[in-house]
């Protein structure tokens, strides 16, 4: 269906330019009181909608055709997306679970700040049938519905992209995927990789890479890292980070690789020194920072976070988080958010638990109904929209 509103540039958050709003609207408001108009000053109504949610603002595109022009403004979203992003009380983010049917969200905030029984909400879902969730940048979710299929999707926006791989991957392989933004070219991309096992280490990998600024999939050379144990990309600092096979329970040689999206270049970095003990380690994002979540006998974790990008020596191990009962090892990766009072919000698979770094504490948020799902990580509110500009639309 076509849309009749303009298209939302997706331009990272950090590189938006300042708004001019000499040229935005003014308006008016009248006091019968005074019996006189009142004339808002368009950098006050500028700062009033920034704050607002995406639903109030779709709603208010329909006030006039400047509000459609302004709230549609590529620097407007590129503002808004930054204001939502860097809110400290995570007001415009949510977890994600995804389910057999559906999908299920949690307000960060609520799990962090709030003393009262928190409850999913369940998202207006695009698709029916499989899907896995490969990742959220700026609003937009990655979602892959099928061995060749996928979606680019703002619940926010109720809008939707169907892009479907160039190349049709053969039965009988394992599938790798990572969506991440290209800051240097304003472009989102996706990453997916597939290879057989030979035997031993050996396997054919292939690599292909989506932009959505092009609309179209190319093929990648230069990948040499054998087996792969994480199946998806941790974007940090521009490029997708994956694990190599060596990183199983009692093995210290798996590497970190990684493809730069800017130059879709792949590279490789060094983990942390752990010292002797049996491990299981899953990467992470905390902050800006690349982690590594390492778990001991399933009793007591390690993180450690690389606080200069690429620096191996820059890693430093800052938590150690015991557990009150033993953990799965099931291999998602933990996500992590840190609240403004210094304490981490840590989901493993569905289950919650708040570390206290001071006291060394575990406390566990209140949950009106627990699910038997992995988190698949946190979403933010945002006008990010997943088209090109004249493209016709798919819509909810």
Known sequence: MESKVDEASDRRAQHSKPMNHSQLPSSSIQDSSFNRVLILPPELITEILLRLPVKSLLKFRCVSKSWLSLISSPEFVNTHLSTCVNNTEYTHHRLMLGLDKGLKVYSVRSLLYEDESVEATHLDFPTKGYFSIVGSVN?????????NNMLLWNPSMRKLKNCTAFIAAPKGVFYLWGFGYDEVHDDYKVVRMFYAING???CDVKVEIYSLKSDSWKGIDGFQYGKIHSCLGKLVNGKLH???SGAHPGSNDGDIIFIDLADEK???LE???????EF???LGVLGSYLSVFRTYQSTWADVWVMKEYGVKES???IYTIKFDEDIPKHGRSPLFCKSNKGEILLALGSRFMIYNPKANSLRYPKISKSYFSFSDGICVESLVCPFLQNEPRMQQ
């Open 139 to 147: 609003g937009l979710i990655c979602l892959r519905t099928g061995p």
């Open 200 to 202: 031993g280490n050996s």
């Open 242 to 244: 994956w694990i190599t």
């Open 266 to 268: 792949w590279g490789m």
């Open 271 to 277: 983990q942390p020194c752990h010292g002797e003990n």
């Open 280 to 282: 299981y380690f899953n």
């Open 315 to 317: 890693w430093a191990k």
